[in-house]
Structures are given as C-alpha cells and as structure tokens.
C-alpha cells in the first residue's frame, strides 16, 4: 500500500513572513478554511508571540477550523511556548512547534551559546511544551538543520524525542542544500537517531537556489513522512517549497513514488488564486501548476498533437487542479437559479443567502455591461465582496479627465461610515495618480503607493480589469484589490480596499 505523505501548510506563518505581505485575521481565517478545503493536514496558523494581532489570528483559526491539526510557532522558552498553548489550546488538535538554531554559524553568531547549552535549552522547551496538555502536539525544528554538524543533530533529536517531540522537523533554512545532499542527510538521521521511529521526520525546504521542491521530494524518498510547504512557494526570501508542485508531483508521478497524499487536487487553482489576491503577490504566468500558461500550449505542434491526444503534451489534466471548463455561458439574461447553479459548480456551495444575493446583483450589473460572464469573472466578484471586512470607505462617484496634452485629474465622492460623505479633486501626473490622490484627500489618510499591477480576467474588449494595489502606512504594507471594466475604478476601487484594511487594522 502507498505510504501517507502528511501535508504541513505553512502559508499563513513562513509564507506570511514573504516580504511585503500581511494579511488581516478575516483573510487569515478564510485562507485556513480553504486550506481544510483543500485538505491539509496541519495548518501553521501563526507565530502569536510575534504581535497580538497573530495571536488572536491563530486563537481564530484554531477555534474556527477543526479538521486539520493548528500549529503555533514558539521559540524555545517558556514565554514564547505560552503564548503559542493559549492561542491554539481550543484547537480540535493543537501542536507546538517549537525552533531553536543548531548550526555552528547561528549558535555562534546569533544565539551566543555552546551546543551543550543549544541542546539543554531544546529538550527543556520540548518537554515543557510537551507537559501542556495530554492532547498537545509537538514539533521541534533544528533551526539551520541542513549546515548543522550530523552528529550535533543526531545527538539533539535524540534528546528531544525522548523528552516527547511527537515530530522533527529538518529545515533547510537558507536554502542551501541540493537534492542528493538533503535525502542522504534525512536517511542519516534515520540510521544515526537510535530513537527516530517515536517521532515523525518532517522536511521545511527554502527555495534560494531553486530546489525546494525536489529537496523535499529527495527527503521524502529517504522516510520523511511530513514535508512543509506554502500555497504559490510563498515564504521568506525566495520562498518555501510550493505546496501545489509537491502535491501534483507525487500525484502525477505516483508510479515512481508511491505515495499518498490527502490533497483535493481540484482545489488548487482557487486556492491558488485567493492566497495572491489576499497578499497581493501575483503568480507568474509560466509557473509550474498555477501560472497562468501551465496547461496552454503555443506551438502548432503541440496543439495538433493535443488535439489528437493529451496525454501528447499534458501530463495532468487542467481538471485535475481545478481548471473547470466553462459548460454553460452566463449572461445579462441568466436568472438567479443558473448563477446559483454555476456557484455550485465552481465550490462555492457554503454561501449564505445573503452572500448569494449580493454576488448576484453585481453579476447583473457586469452583466449590463459585458454580453458573457465567465468563470474567473464570477471567482472575482466573490473574491472583492464575499468575507470582506468592513467597508468603511466606499467609491459612490468618479469623474476622470486625461489626455497626452493634459494634466490628469479627478473628483471623487467617497462614503464614510453613517453615510457621511466627501467630495475632492486633485491633479496628477496621469488618471491613476489623480484618482488616488482625491480619495486620499477626502478620506484624510497619507499613504505611500508600493506597487500597482493590472491583469485582464479573461479576453475581449469587455474583460474585467483586476487591479491589485500595495500601499505602505508605517512600516505595514496592505494590499488592496478592485474590479471593474473601467480600469480606473478598478484602481480606485483597489485603493479604497487597501484603505480599508488599514482601517479595519487600527481600529
Ligand atoms: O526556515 C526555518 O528554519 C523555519 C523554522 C522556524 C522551521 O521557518
Ligand atoms: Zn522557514
């Protein structure tokens, strides 16, 4: 029988951690709840020493989400350890994940102390953690395990499993290690720990030379049963090994692992999609599994031979990962049953009434304005309005005159909470810059504008423009998204988003 391969999503803690990128506890908690969709088995929801508004992230998602396992990070001290049990102890299965750093560079240079010290410090946290609760798990993590000396983590991994780690997890923290090097440091530990079958081998690979995925599948070859991973490879630096490529290799190459996973293969692509639109990092259209081009093919040849035959040129199927094709076009004379139908369709069977009925009225008003409404136009609307978090700013009105020989300008009429509203004006050095700088002057907020990228939603004259924005206000970035045909309410809309998670954030 094919062995189980035990999915750890860290998109929510290490993929947090991804330059640029915070997310509100409302698109935390949606995020974990596809994540249980999508059929993870361990969420790492949050690092809750790290600020109070990750504490109550993570103390959300473990009440909230209770098929998966939630982890909290904790560095190896009590106060951290602490923290971390009172976010997740109402967890339907919570787990400590405790780290602490084992390589000679780290121990010296960060931490200031021997190994003696490292390794007391380690299996003090662990059975601290472990002395929680009868029903805590708890994972330790050598932090800068693969350029930690073998015999160091034989001898730590030794002592933390026989204080009770139920998992250990060997990172390779800087993304230095290459495939046949991180499997024979795995089957090492298993020949060296004389205690290792008490405890799960789990893998956390960085992606800085590219390799995080198939350091992660060498691991997995060498008795790994756990490997960490993050939706779109988001995390620190160049990022984790991304979950999607992980879970379609074993998947599609089954004959050659055989291996096991629970992932539901066809939530991917919209999980894919809500985790970029909440951090506002876009995927890159060639990449592996989600990119916008992985099942297009270009050539004449190929598409003859796909044609003829898929399995020519594709080795999985679009379906396979959620690309659902569109059976039934949509349009301005569609009723309330066949959007209800298609809602269904695409998976989003858990909306409310009242949901439904909002995402209905704006699929009538873009259907006014666009003669067929396509899948992606439908994720997008549910994607700006559906689990939004308060809107204390909307755009009621905008008036917008540009040209080559012309300085850009706006008026906007913004809504305030108690339907006050404000009306501005502003120049600026093109349309864009003029509406941003009126809504900042009606709202009364200064913010820097970080990035800006516009996609199309499908083809055609008529597309939906998807604007995301990031916006920086202190040292935080938000990330704001709009919709519109009008790309200059798009950006609009964006901005407001991005305003209002600010918002959301200081109140
Ligand atoms: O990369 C790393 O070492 C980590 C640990 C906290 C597991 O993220
Ligand atoms: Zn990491």
Redesign the pocket.
């Known amino acids: 029988m094919a062995k189980r391969i035990y999915i750890f999503d860290?998109t929510l803690?290490?993929g947090e951690?991804t330059p640029g990128v915070s997310l509100n506890m409302q698109e935390k908690l949606e995020i974990a709840r596809q994540l249980e969709k999508l059929g993870v088995d361990c969420i790492e929801a949050g690092f809750p020493i790290a600020s109070d508004g990750d504490f109550e992230a993570v103390k959300a998602i473990a009440q909230n989400v209770r098929k998966p396992v939630i982890a909290a990070?904790a560095r190896a001290s009590k106060q951290d350890i602490d923290r971390a049990w009172e976010a997740i102890k109402l967890a339907e299965k919570p787990r400590i994940?405790t780290?602490l750093?084992t390589s000679d560079i780290h121990m010296e240079f960060k931490l200031k102390m021997s190994p003696e010290e490292v390794k007391k410090r380690a299996i003090e946290a662990v059975a601290y953690a472990k002395s929680l609760s009868p029903k805590v798990e708890v994972e330790f993590?050598p932090?800068?395990?693969t350029r930690t000396r073998p015999e160091f983590m034989y001898e730590i991994l030794e002592g933390v499993i026989d204080a009770g780690a139920d998992v250990v997890?060997i990172?390779?923290?800087?993304g230095y290690s290459t495939p046949g090097e991180y499997g024979e440091f795995i089957a090492g530990i298993k020949r060296n720990v004389p205690n290792i079958d008490k405890a799960i081998i789990s893998l956390?690979c960085?992606n800085d030379l590219g390799l995080a995925v198939a350091n992660s599948l060498a691991g997995i070859e060498n008795g790994a049963l756990q490997v960490?991973c993050a939706i779109n490879g988001l995390?620190?630096r160049a990022g984790?090994a991304s979950l999607e490529e992980l879970a379609m290799a074993l998947k599609t190459r089954k004959n050659y692992y055989d291996f096991e996973t629970n992932i539901v293969t066809e939530q991917i692509v919209r999980t894919s999609n809500l985790v970029s639109r909440a951090t506002g990092i876009h995927i890159q259209p060639n990449k592996a599994i989600v990119g916008a081009n992985a099942f297009a093919h270009e050539s004449g040849i190929h598409q003859h031979g796909v044609l003829n035959n898929r399995l020519t040129y594709e080795i999985m199927t679009p379906e396979s990962v959620g690309l659902k094709k569109n059976l039934m076009v949509l349009g301005k004379h569609s009723g309330r049953h066949a959007f209800e139908d298609r809602l269904n369709e695409l998976g989003y069977s858990d909306l409310s009434k009242e949901d439904i009925n909002k995402a209905f009225k704006k699929f009538k008003d873009l259907a006014d304005k666009k003669k067929s409404i396509s899948d992606g136009d439908i994720e997008a609307i549910i994607a700006e309005d559906i689990h939004q978090i308060p809107e204390a700013y909307s755009l009621e009105y905008m008036h917008i005159s540009c040209g080559n020989n012309t300085v850009g300008t706006a008026t906007v009429r913004v809504k305030k909470a108690e339907d006050r509203i404000a009306e501005e004006a502003a120049c600026g050095t093109g349309p864009v810059d003029a509406v941003f700088k009126a809504i900042q002057k009606a709202i009364g907020i200064e913010v820097n504008l970080k990035d800006y990228f516009l996609k199309a939603i499908g083809s055609g004259v008529d597309a939906l423009g998807e604007v995301t924005v990031k916006v920086e206000r202190g040292n935080k970035i938000f990330a704001g998204n709009g919709i519109s045909t009008d790309i200059i309410e798009s950006s609009a809309k964006a901005f407001i988003n991005a305003i209002n998670k600010i918002s959301y954030e200081e109140q």
């Open positions: 860290t803690r290490d951690q990070l994940h780290f750093a993590s932090e800068d395990g997890n990172p390779d923290t800087v956390h960085h960490e995390g620190e984790n």
